[in-house]
């Protein structure tokens, strides 16, 4: 039903303006205080969220006298509203599952104060999602507690439906689901940048085995090529273990400590600490192949463990303080060779 064509609403509608215009005429009404200031303002956040076609449905027993709610709407710019009525729960779901509506007015005894949490609950298991203002004409914790439950705004006046809080009210509703659909939008967004940046560190780190594996067959050409008659393996290049390699005992978890470390604070003041690390790989007689490829294995498992953080971040780092370590451990190698 649509306001402008509703006769029933029409009759305050030309006191009202008749008033306005009073209103208007007056010399008081050039300057403007500060509580109009605060009126002015508090219209234009309005404005900001409920739109010019502006669609409510009240639920009540009567049939409400909206006028002056539709007044109220039309001075801060919704000129069009459709404010449409429903005088039980199963009309009110009916057209709920026909129509979709920007904010719903249920008066809180419609059904009785002590069902309304039933009705608010079905309303949320019929899939709608609209905002919600309950109004009752006096204080009631089970409404208070339903409407909290249920994420509706609980408005105690005995004007009802004629409060000048009403609108605000509505301004409010309108205003938490925005930020609450801001807020899923921001998660789901987040999600799918942690999902991108997984998968962009998982596929670094399969670049980096692969180069591991080529470093291997610059080691042992000959492995890498299938002898006559025989089909070609699928990975014909030797598996080392980390095992196999006599990495001292203490040096995976002091290399642990060392990547995560470095990830938080960058190189800064760790390079005694890596210089002390590479001498020791270099005095273990591990290859820079080995030591490359213990580095992505404390790499992955640090990668695994951050939860929902980013993972860009912890590469970047783990990049820099491999390459710094591949440095000093070529250092070494130099030192021990030139001895």
Not at 120 to 136: F, K, T
Not at 305 to 325: C, I, K, P, T, Y
Request: charged letters at 25%; glycine letters at 4%.
């Amino acid at each position: 039903m649509n306001v402008q064509d509703d006769e029933h609403n029409q009759t305050g509608a030309a006191a009202f303006a008749d008033f306005a215009e009073r209103q208007s005429r007056s010399p008081q009404s050039d300057r403007l205080s500060p509580t109009d200031d605060s009126q002015a303002s508090s219209e234009q956040n309005h404005s900001s969220v409920i739109p010019p076609r502006f669609r409510l449905l009240f639920v009540s027993n009567q049939r409400p006298e909206w006028v002056g709610f539709a007044l109220r709407l039309d001075a801060i710019g919704c000129e069009e509203p459709r404010l449409e009525w429903a005088s039980n729960a199963e009309e009110m779901l009916k057209l709920l599952s026909n129509h979709s509506y920007d904010c719903l007015l249920i008066q809180a005894d419609v059904e009785g104060r002590h069902n309304c949490g039933e009705l608010l609950q079905a309303i949320r298991v019929s899939g709608c999602d609209e905002p919600i203002v309950l109004v009752s004409p006096v204080p009631d914790d089970r409404l208070a507690l339903a409407a909290c439950e249920f994420q509706a705004e609980l408005l105690v006046s005995p004007a009802g439906w004629d409060s000048p809080a009403l609108l605000d009210y509505v301004q409010r509703a309108l205003w938490v689901q925005q930020l609450q659909e801001d807020h899923h939008r921001l998660q789901v967004e987040n999600h799918r940048r942690l999902v991108r940046e997984r998968d962009e560190a998982e596929r670094l780190l399969n670049q980096q085995r692969s180069m591991v594996e080529q470093l291997q067959t610059l080691v042992y050409p000959g492995e890498f090529e299938p002898s006559a008659g025989e089909a070609p393996a699928e990975q014909s290049v030797p598996e080392v273990s980390m095992s196999d390699a006599q990495i001292p005992a203490d040096i995976p978890e002091y290399y642990h400590e060392l990547l995560r470390t470095y990830v938080i604070m960058g190189s800064g003041s760790l390079k005694d600490e890596i210089i002390q690390i590479a001498e020791l790989l270099a005095a273990a007689r591990l290859t820079s192949r080995q030591v490359l490829e213990f580095h992505l294995e404390c790499v992955e498992t640090i990668v695994r463990g951050l939860g929902n953080r980013s993972s860009r971040h912890v590469m970047s780092r783990a990049d820099l303080l491999a390459l710094e370590m591949m440095v000093h451990l070529g250092e070494c190698y130099q030192k021990r060779l030139s001895e």
